[in-house]
C-alpha cells in the first residue's frame, strides 16, 4: 500500500473531534478524490497524512504509514520519503514559497538535495513542465518573487516544484482552485497522462465533484469530519445515496439547493450523522448513523445499503 490511514482521529487540544474516525488505504497509483465544504476537515487530513499537523491540533488516536513508514512519528525515514515519494501541495501556495527567493531559485531546488546538476541545466529539463502548466520560461518570469507574479502562477510554480520530483503518491489540497477553466482542463489532463505513464497516484482534495470526475477513481465525501459516503467515483457522483452528496451533486450542476445553513463549528455538531441539522431528510435513526469508517468497518449510511468500496 502507499498509504494506509488506520483509525485516524484528529482533536483539537480541548479534545473536541476535528475529524475522524477514518480508516483508508490506498495503493500505488490509486487515484481518490476527498469532497466537502469548507471546514470540513480536508486540509487537517492532508496534514496528517505529511505528519506536519498545526498547533492546536494532535493525533488522538490512530496512526498513518506511507510506504511503510510512520508519519506520524519524526523519523530520518519520513524525512526523506516526504516530496520524494509522497509530496504535498498545500492550499495555499505561499505555504510553499518563500516570498525573499526568486522563481527559478525555487524550480532548481531539487539539485540542492541531488548534486551536481547546474542550475541551468536543471531548469532545461524543467521547461516542458513549466510549458504544461502555461509558466513563462523567460529569465524575465524566473527571476520574480512569489509576490510578485498571480495567484495562479504561484499555485502552477508549485505544482511544478512537486512534480520535479517524480513523486509516487501526491497529496492535492484544492490543486485547481486559482486556474481558470481552460488552463484547469490542461493541468487535469496533464495529471491524468502522469498516471497512465508513471503510475503517478493521489489524493485530490476538491469541492468540485466535476473536478473529482475527471481525475478520480474513488470518492470520499466528507462533512463535519465525518465520511458520510464513499465509494466508486461514478457510482457515486451519478446516484449519491446520502442527501449531502446529492446537495453537492445540485450544487455541481449549478442547480444550488434554496436550503440554507452552515456547517456546524467543531464542539457543536450533534451526535449521528453531522448534517442533520440541515438535511431535509431526516429520520429517527439518523442519531445513531455511523461515519463510514474504511473497507474493514462501514459505516451506517442513512439506512441505505452500503457499496463496496
Ligand atoms: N490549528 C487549528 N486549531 C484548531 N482548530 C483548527 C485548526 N486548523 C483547523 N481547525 C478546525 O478544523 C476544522 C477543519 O479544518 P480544515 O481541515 O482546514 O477544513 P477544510 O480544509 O475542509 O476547509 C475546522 O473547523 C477548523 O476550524
Ligand atoms: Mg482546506
Redesign the pocket.
Known amino acids: 500500500m502507499s498509504l494506509l490511514i488506520h483509525n485516524l482521529e484528529l482533536c483539537?487540544h480541548d479534545k473536541v473531534s476535528?475529524?475522524g474516525p477514518l480508516n483508508l488505504s490506498l495503493e500505488p497509483g490509486a487515484r481518490v478524490a476527498l469532497v466537502?465544504?469548507?471546514?470540513?476537515?480536508?486540509?487537517?487530513?492532508?496534514?496528517a497524512i505529511m505528519g506536519m499537523?498545526?498547533?492546536?491540533?494532535h493525533l488522538a488516536r490512530g496512526c498513518v504509514e506511507a510506504f511503510g513508514c510512520r508519519m506520524d512519528q519524526p523519523s530520518q525515514a519520513r524525512q526523506t520519503l516526504r516530496q520524494r515519494r509522497i509530496a504535498w501541495v498545500p492550499?495555499d501556495p505561499l505555504m510553499a514559497l518563500n516570498p525573499l527567493v526568486q522563481i527559478q531559485d525555487h524550480l532548481v531546488l531539487r539539485p540542492w538535495v541531488h548534486p551536481p546538476e547546474s542550475r541551468q541545466k536543471v531548469l532545461e529539463q524543467m521547461r516542458p513542465l513549466l510549458e504544461h502548466l502555461h509558466l513563462p520560461t523567460d529569465s524575465n518570469f524566473l527571476r520574480r518573487f512569489p509576490l510578485e507574479i498571480s495567484g495562479g502562477q504561484r499555485q502552477r510554480v508549485v505544482l511544478a516544484m512537486t512534480l520535479a520530483w517524480n513523486p509516487e503518491l501526491l497529496v492535492l489540497?484544492e490543486p485547481t482552485s486559482a486556474l481558470d477553466p481552460e488552463l484547469q482542463q490542461e493541468f487535469l489532463s496533464l495529471m491524468n497522462a502522469l498516471h497512465r505513464e508513471g503510475g503517478l497516484g493521489w489524493l485530490w482534495?476538491t469541492h468540485d465533484l466535476n473536478v473529482a470526475a475527471a481525475v478520480t477513481d474513488r470518492v470520499l465525501v466528507?462533512y463535519g469530519?465525518k465520511v458520510l459516503e464513499a465509494g466508486p467515483c461514478g457510482e457515486v457522483l451519478e446516484s449519491p445515496r446520502h442527501p449531502y452528496t446529492r446537495r453537492l451533486r445540485e450544487a455541481s450542476q449549478g442547480e444550488p439547493s434554496t436550503e440554507g445553513g452552515f456547517?456546524d463549528?467543531?464542539g457543536r455538531r450533534p451526535a449521528g450523522c453531522p448534517f442533520r441539522p440541515r438535511c431535509q431528510e431526516t429520520q429517527p435513526t439518523c442519531v445513531e448513523w455511523r461515519p463510514w469508517q474504511g473497507s474493514s468497518e462501514m459505516g451506517i449510511r442513512c439506512n441505505q445499503s452500503l457499496r463496496p468500496y
Open positions: 483539537r476535528l475529524l466537502g465544504e469548507s471546514g470540513s476537515g480536508k486540509s487537517l487530513l492532508a496534514q499537523l498545526p498547533p492546536g491540533v492550499q489540497d482534495i466528507l469530519g456547517l463549528a467543531p
